[in-house]
T-cell receptor, first 109, second 118 residues
Framework: QKEVEQDPGPLSVPEGAIVSLNCTYSNSAFQYFMWYRQYSRKGPELLMYTYSSGNKEDGRFTAQVDKSSKYISLFIRDSQPSDSATYLCAMRGFQKLVFGTGTRLLVSP | GAVVSQHPSWVICKSGTSVKIECRSLDFQATTMFWYRQFPKQSLMLMATSNEGSKATYEQGVEKDKFLINHASLTLSTLTVTSAHPEDSSFYIC??????????????FGPGTRLTVT
């Protein structure tokens, strides 16, 4: 079993839709949770960063962490074609950052 | 803030030659830098972790004599692919962790370097 599981997609939605991206994990030592966005042939760009459980909102993006269920989510409101990219969840405890495989999101106009 | 740059963004070299990739943290000091490799449609694979002024720690299966890492200052790390072969062709991405501040656990990534070995 992988430490971090993420559906690779692709996830196709129409413009304006609410997008939900999710990851599950097995290591209870993970405390820091991040979401990165990666466009094709580019490096990952940090979107959201949360520590422990709870919600965090930044503009159209909301990150949720449920440590009891070992489940994290990223919600994108009013999705735009420019949001089309691969979204990587990442997390760590005291060791190295562990990534999900990434979910490819396609937002059609 | 928190910008990481890489140079070059792409490079083509002949088999048997060496290639150096530079990674710089532009607006923060990075005690720790990381080097990743990414194959098409796959996630990032950590190659090594480097701390300023000390030897890099390589992940299992990564040849330290082939992938030389130097972290000479708090803002610069270099990866040298020695005696490159076509199988070394890949997308190499560096990452840096801020030395101070409340978000010291966050890693920021460079734009990546695409290496093609012919």
């Amino acid at each position: 079993q992988k430490e971090v599981e993420q559906d690779p997609g692709p996830l196709s939605v129409p413009e304006g839709a609410i997008v939900s991206l999710n990851c599950t994990y097995s290591n209870s030592a993970f405390q820091y949770f991040m979401w990165y966005r990666q466009y094709s042939r580019k490096g990952p760009e940090l979107l959201m960063y949360t520590y422990s459980s709870g919600n965090k909102e930044d503009g159209r993006f909301t990150a949720q962490v449920d440590k009891s269920s070992k489940y994290i989510s990223l919600f994108i409101r009013d999705s735009q074609p420019s949001d089309s990219a691969t979204y990587l969840c990442a997390m760590r405890g005291f060791q190295k950052l562990v990534f999900g495989t990434g979910t490819r999101l396609l937002v059609s106009p | 803030g928190a910008v990481v740059s890489q140079h070059p963004s792409w490079v083509i070299c002949k088999s048997g030659t060496s290639v150096k990739i530079e990674c710089r943290s532009l607006d923060f000091q990075a005690t720790t830098m990381f080097w990743y490799r990414q194959f098409p449609k796959q996630s990032l694979m950590l190659m090594a972790t480097s701390n300023e002024g000390s030897k890099a720690t390589y992940e299992q299966g990564v040849e330290k004599d082939k992938f030389l890492i130097n972290h000479a200052s708090l803002t610069l790390s270099t990866l040298t692919v020695t005696s490159a072969h076509p199988e070394d062709s890949s997308f190499y991405i560096c990452s840096a962790r801020d030395r101070v501040g409340t978000e010291i656990q966050v890693q920021y990534f460079g734009p990546g370097t695409r290496l093609t070995v012919t």
